[in-house]
């Protein structure tokens, strides 16, 4: 709407004009002044314009030629010059009126219009992500995004010290750690000033790291023990162990029995496993939040190499046997024995199989299946339908399995068929050409692992005889005997011990099939600790020194040489090293660590300095009770000793778990 002013004066001249004289008289009429109206105005009622801004708002010119002048209602909020130019000074409303002077033809006029005076608009300006990572020594350009404004944009870093950054967002990472870039855009006539940030992490250069390459030092009752090489660069090891097998280190916390250890050193012992159960493990190499591949994977199953002894009686007081495992030797206290310790005292044992004692087997037909029929006793016109024949013995606590004896004149398996020393290995050629019970890996037993299946709670054959029905005699072992060319390792079932023969006898033999971890008694087997010595494959620990020698070599001190009773007790009195549980090793314990390549002592020296001859076991002879057995180091045999006069050495053992 266009706004028009005209003057009352220019309205009054308009009537006198049309006015006559009052007498109506004939002479000339008078002539009287007059002007027109005219009008102005602003080309809109309204105007914003942002503080600190100016604009030109003239008002249409009109049809006379008198000068246009404006004024301002308020110029504190907006002033307004001779040419019309407006300035915003402050936030608020004014009026903007312009006159158009009179002249000789047209009268005055004016026009207004309103002005308001706006703040300065805000604007935006950010980085797409809120923080970013940047290698050490690197550059990286950011940019912010969203300006609507047209002032100036600059950058800063909080640390300088970590990152820096130019004019046109190039940051260069100078150290390691975190630091915040700053944009900032000035405001300009229109628009407020704005900023924006983002942090910047700064990481070391990736390490290359070469994956591990790890080896099983040793694995057996409920443990194994790993082992790899230093990696270049890496400044710890982490291990991945799973039930299953573990094809990315991302993915181990969904694999059956995942589990992540960091910071793990080498060798690095695992406890607590499960016999019979199937372990992957795998390892990398770290150095800070770098990490390897994964290594080469391995699979292990522990084993409890040693079955116990089948003992569950105990010594009498002086020279008897006793009917059960009773307290015998109750002097200040029970003192433990042979049947009252390990599996046979288990009278909560799960078996896979059957057994006598703890002893665990599984018969095992030709072609290698279990059979249906475990509990049939073996006929010689048996099958293996019906549970009265079978050919191979399952052990499910070593987890080694035996060739079966047939009867006598009965083919290569006969129990009367028997060879000299050096024709040991033609039985395990021909049983592995025949596949016995689906096996080609048989061969000829150590003494430990004769001696595992030994049942020393009976004799001729000491043997369960429900699952080895023909098994008397003497059976060659494997391991030749230290120092000594002429005669060879048996180890004879009539009396359940380790003996030598002459090498050009004929004897009996027994294969075996399956790994083995007892057999080895290297360094690596054992780790050393505060004067005890732990096996990492049986899971027993031993006090490194015989009783009455101490010393870093057990050089200190007299071997303390007492009965057989007096050495139990003064095993059961033992507080070595905070342990109050030691104990005599039965008759297979202290046979594990025989070291049959050795002799004088039969015994790593290194691991067990110090060592004398003859140690008792907590094993007694049955059934006659009369005798405990010995271990002689001087090669590793058995022997019994009147348990009442003679004397021997004391080895300690304790559970290491």
């Not at 009498?316 to 390990?342: K, L, M, R, W, Y």
Request: contains cysteine.
């Amino acid at each position: 709407m266009l706004i028009k002013n005209v003057s009352a004066l220019a309205i009054m001249c308009l009537l006198l004009a049309a006015c006559g004289s009052g007498s109506g008289s004939s002479g000339a009429g008078e002539t009287k002044s007059w002007s027109h109206l005219q009008a102005i105005s602003f080309a809109a009622d309204s105007t914003n314009i942002i503080i600190g801004n100016s604009r030109t708002i003239v008002a249409s010119t009109g049809e006379g030629s008198g000068a246009i002048t404006y004024t301002s209602s308020d110029s504190s909020i907006a002033s307004v010059s001779a040419s019309g130019l407006v300035t915003a000074n402050a936030l608020g409303s004014a009026t903007i009126t312009a006159t158009k002077a009179a002249d000789s033809t047209y009268s005055e006029a004016s026009a207004t219009t309103s002005i308001t005076v706006d703040p300065l608009n805000e604007q935006t300006i950010s980085f797409a992500n809120p923080s970013f990572s940047i290698e050490l020594d690197t550059t990286q350009t950011v940019s912010a995004s969203g300006v609507e404004g047209t002032g100036a944009i600059s950058y800063t870093s909080s640390d300088e010290n970590v990152v820096t950054v130019s004019s046109d967002g190039l940051v260069t990472a100078i150290a390691v750690g975190s630091a915040e870039i700053t944009v900032f855009i000035a405001a300009d006539s229109e628009y407020l000033e704005a900023t924006a940030s983002i942090t910047v992490t700064v990481e070391a250069m990736p390490i290359a790291l070469d994956a591990p390459v790890i080896s099983v030092r040793s694995s057996g009752n409920a443990r194994a023990m790993i082992a790899w090489d230093a990696i270049g660069n890496a400044a710890g090891y982490n291990l991945y162990v799973a039930k299953e097998s573990i094809d990315s280190a991302d993915n181990y916390a969904s694999l059956t029995g995942g589990e992540l250890t960091l910071n793990v050193t080498s060798p690095y012992s695992l406890t607590g496993l499960d016999n019979g159960q199937s372990y992957y493990f795998a390892v990398t190499a770290s150095a800070g939040a770098d990490e390897s591949d994964l290594s080469n994977e391995l699979t292990v199953v522990p084993k409890n190499p040693l079955n116990d002894t089948g003992i569950v009686s105990s010594g009498g007081g002086t020279s008897s046997s006793n009917e059960t495992c009773t307290t015998a030797i109750n002097n200040e206290g029970h003192v433990p024995q042979d049947c009252d310790q390990g599996r046979d005292a288990d009278l909560t044992l799960t078996k896979v199989g059957a057994g006598v004692a703890a002893f665990d087997f599984t018969k095992i037909a030709s072609d290698g299946s279990a059979l249906t029929v475990q509990g049939g006793a073996w006929a010689a016109d048996g099958s293996e339908a019906a549970g009265t024949r079978w050919s191979c013995v399952r052990d499910n606590v070593t987890g080694l399995v035996w060739e079966m004896k047939t009867e006598a004149d009965a083919g290569i398996h006969a129990t009367n068929a028997k060879v000299v020393w050096a024709d040991r290995n033609l039985l395990a050629d021909a049983t592995n050409t025949e596949a016995l019970c689906g096996i080609q890996n048989w061969r000829v037993p150590t003494v430990v692992e004769l001696a595992t299946i030994v049942n020393a709670n009976r004799l001729n054959p000491a043997l369960d005889t429900a699952r080895f029905p023909n098994g008397a005699g003497s059976h060659w072992a494997s391991n030749p005997v230290a120092g000594d060319g002429a005669n060879g390792w048996v180890v004879n079932f009539f009396a359940g011990i380790p003996i030598l023969k002459d090498k050009t006898l004929g004897m009996s033999q027994r294969l075996v099939s399956g790994s083995y971890q007892a057999n080895d008694t290297s360094d690596d087997r054992y780790t050393v600790n505060d004067g005890t010595v732990t096996d990492g494959v049986t899971g027993l620990m031993w006090k490194q020194c015989p009783e009455g020698l101490s010393g870093d070599d057990c050089s200190v001190g007299e071997v303390g040489l007492l009965i057989w009773g007096g050495s139990m007790k003064r095993a059961r009195d033992a507080e070595f090293a905070g342990y109050s549980d030691w104990r005599l090793p039965n008759m297979k314990e202290l046979l594990s660590i025989v070291a049959f390549d050795q002799s004088s002592p039969a015994i790593n020296t290194t691991v067990f300095p110090g060592s004398t001859l003859s140690f008792w076991t907590s094993s007694h002879k049955v059934p006659t009770g009369a005798n405990a057995y010995v271990v002689d180091f001087t090669l590793g045999i058995h022997q019994p000793k009147v348990r009442t006069s003679q004397k021997s050495a004391q080895r300690l053992v304790r559970d290491a778990d």
